[in-house]
C-alpha cells in the first residue's frame, strides 16, 4: 500500500517511473541530483507525504538523504508510521 | 522530432493527447478534468487561499525595510500582482526585473510606468548576455530539466526561472525582506506553490544538488547565477522566507487583469506572441517545446484557467492552438545562436 502509493505520486504527479528505460532512474537513483525532482516537485513531495501518510517532517529530516530516492523515502515513511 | 497528428483534445478543458500521463475516457474527458475541482470548488478553494495570503501578509508587514520583494516581469500578471500586493494589502514591495537581453520595447516601458504609478521602489538585474544565450541555446538542444517541469513551462523558460528565483531568494537573504512574491499563475506552478515556507539551510542543500546539473549545461559562470552558497545563508539574519503565488488566490481573467492594470499606464506588447506579454524569445521556447514534445508549454496553464472557470475554451483552444513556424522565430533563434536542426 505504501510502496504503492508513493510510487503512484511518483508516476502521476512527476512523471517519474522506474525501469521503463535502462538509462532511467531507478529505486535508488537520487532523484534530486538526476533532476526529477525539482524545487516545486520537493514542495509536492513533502506535501504529499505530510498529508498521505498523515506525518510531520522535520528540519533535519528534510536536511538529511531521506528523501533523496524512492527506496530511502519508502524506509523513511514506514518507519515514521511504525511499519 | 515529434510531431503532432491525429491529437485528441479534452472535450472540458484543451489538454491534447500529446500531454504526457494523460488518458480520455469514452465521453473525452481527460485525466486531470475527472479529478479537477468544478468552478464553484475552484472559486472556494481561490477564498481560501485568499484568507491564508492575507494571514501571512498582516504577520508580515512594517517587520523590516520591505515587506515583499515581488519578481517583476512587467508582463501582465506580475504587474497585477505588484498592483495588488503594494495598493490592495497596502505591503511595502520592492519590485524586481531580471534583464534577459529580450525584453522587448513596450514592456521595458510597462516596468517604469507601472513602478512610477503605484510609487514603488525597483530595480534590475542584467546578467552577462553571454551566459544567457548560452542558458537559452543549451536548453533549447539539450535535455536540462525534469519531465514535470516541461508540463509547466519550455525548457528555455524553465531555466530563465530558475535563475530568477534563486536571484530573489539571493536579494532576499542580503537585504532580509521576509517575502517573495511571483506572479505565477495556475498551471504554471504546483496548486501547492501558493504559500510556500523556505528553510534555508535546506534550500542551500537543495541549490547545491541543483547547481551540479547547471554547471554541467550552462558551465562554471551557472554557479554565479543558480547558486546559493552556504556561507550567503549563514552571515544573513533570514532563517527561514516565504515565497508566495498570489494570483493562484485571485478570482480574475485576462481580460480583468489587463483591464485593471491599464488604469496605471500599463500597455499590451505587440511583438511577444499570444501567451507573453513581456519576452521576446517566448515564441522561440513554445516552437522548440513543440518540436521536441508536440504540445504548447502553455497548454497547462490554459487548460488549467478553462477549468478554473478563468477563461472560455474557445479562446483556450486558440491559444493552445497558436504556435509559431520556425520562419517567424528565425530572428530569435539567430540572437541566442541557435540553430534549427540542432532542436
Redesign the interface.
Known amino acids: 500500500m505504501l510502496d504503492a502509493r508513493i510510487r503512484q505520486f511518483l508516476?502521476?504527479?512527476?512523471?517519474?517511473d522506474f525501469g521503463d528505460h535502462a538509462d532511467g532512474p531507478n529505486e535508488h537513483t537520487?532523484l534530486?541530483?538526476s533532476?526529477?525532482?525539482?524545487?516545486?516537485?520537493?514542495?509536492?513531495l513533502v506535501?504529499f507525504l505530510e498529508t498521505e501518510f498523515a506525518i510531520t517532517i522535520t528540519?533535519d529530516e528534510?536536511?538529511s538523504e531521506s528523501l533523496s530516492s524512492f527506496s530511502s523515502m519508502r524506509a523513511f515513511v514506514a518507519q515514521k508510521i511504525g511499519q | 522530432m515529434n510531431e503532432a497528428t491525429d491529437v485528441q483534445i479534452c472535450a472540458r478543458c484543451v489538454l491534447p493527447s500529446t500531454f504526457?500521463?494523460i488518458q480520455f475516457d469514452a465521453q473525452g474527458l481527460c485525466t486531470l478534468c475527472h479529478s479537477a475541482p468544478t468552478v464553484a470548488e475552484f472559486e472556494r478553494t481561490r477564498k481560501d487561499l485568499r484568507g491564508r495570503l492575507e494571514q501571512l501578509f498582516d504577520a508580515t508587514r512594517g517587520k523590516a525595510d520591505y515587506d515583499v520583494i515581488v519578481a517583476f516581469s512587467g508582463g501582465k500578471d506580475s504587474s497585477y500582482t505588484l498592483m495588488s500586493l503594494a495598493r490592495h494589502y497596502g505591503l511595502k514591495c520592492l519590485a524586481v526585473t531580471i534583464d534577459n537581453g529580450f525584453i522587448a520595447e513596450q514592456a521595458q516601458k510597462n516596468l517604469r510606468t507601472v513602478t512610477s504609478a503605484l510609487g514603488v521602489d525597483f530595480m534590475m538585474f542584467t546578467p552577462a548576455p553571454s551566459f544567457m544565450q548560452r542558458m537559452y541555446r543549451t536548453s533549447a538542444t539539450t535535455s536540462?530539466?525534469?519531465?514535470?517541469?516541461l508540463?509547466?513551462a519550455s525548457s528555455m523558460c524553465n531555466s530563465c526561472i530558475?535563475l530568477i528565483?534563486n536571484y530573489m531568494v539571493r536579494l532576499a537573504i542580503e537585504k532580509c525582506v521576509p517575502l517573495i512574491a511571483g506572479g505565477y499563475i495556475g498551471g504554471q506552478?504546483?496548486k501547492?506553490?501558493v504559500i510556500?515556507q523556505l528553510?534555508l539551510?535546506?534550500?542551500s542543500?537543495?541549490r547545491s544538488?541543483?547547481v551540479?546539473?547547471y554547471l554541467r549545461h550552462f558551465g562554471p559562470d551557472a554557479q554565479g547565477y543558480f547558486g546559493l552558497s552556504d556561507d550567503l545563508v549563514s552571515a544573513g539574519r533570514l532563517r527561514t522566507l516565504h515565497i508566495v503565488n498570489p494570483m493562484l488566490g485571485f478570482d480574475v481573467s485576462e481580460t480583468q487583469i489587463i483591464n485593471e492594470i491599464s488604469t496605471l499606464g500599463w500597455s499590451r506588447t505587440t511583438d511577444t506572441g499570444s501567451n507573453s506579454t513581456n519576452c521576446l524569445l517566448n515564441d522561440l521556447g513554445i516552437a522548440v517545446h513543440y518540436k521536441q514534445h508536440g504540445y504548447n508549454p502553455y497548454v497547462n496553464e490554459i487548460a488549467e484557467q478553462v477549468r478554473a472557470g478563468l477563461m472560455a475554451r474557445d479562446e483556450g483552444l486558440l491559444k493552445a492552438g497558436d504556435i509559431p513556424e520556425f520562419a517567424q522565430v528565425v530572428r530569435q533563434a539567430r540572437a541566442i545562436g541557435l540553430d534549427w536542426n540542432d532542436v
Open positions: 508516476s502521476q504527479m512527476l512523471l517519474i537520487n534530486f541530483e533532476g526529477h525532482i525539482d524545487s516545486f516537485g520537493f514542495v509536492q506535501a528540519e528534510l536536511l | 504526457p500521463g536540462v530539466h525534469s519531465d514535470a517541469a508540463t509547466r530558475g528565483n506552478v504546483p501547492d506553490s510556500m528553510d539551510d535546506v534550500q542543500r537543495f544538488l541543483a551540479k546539473r
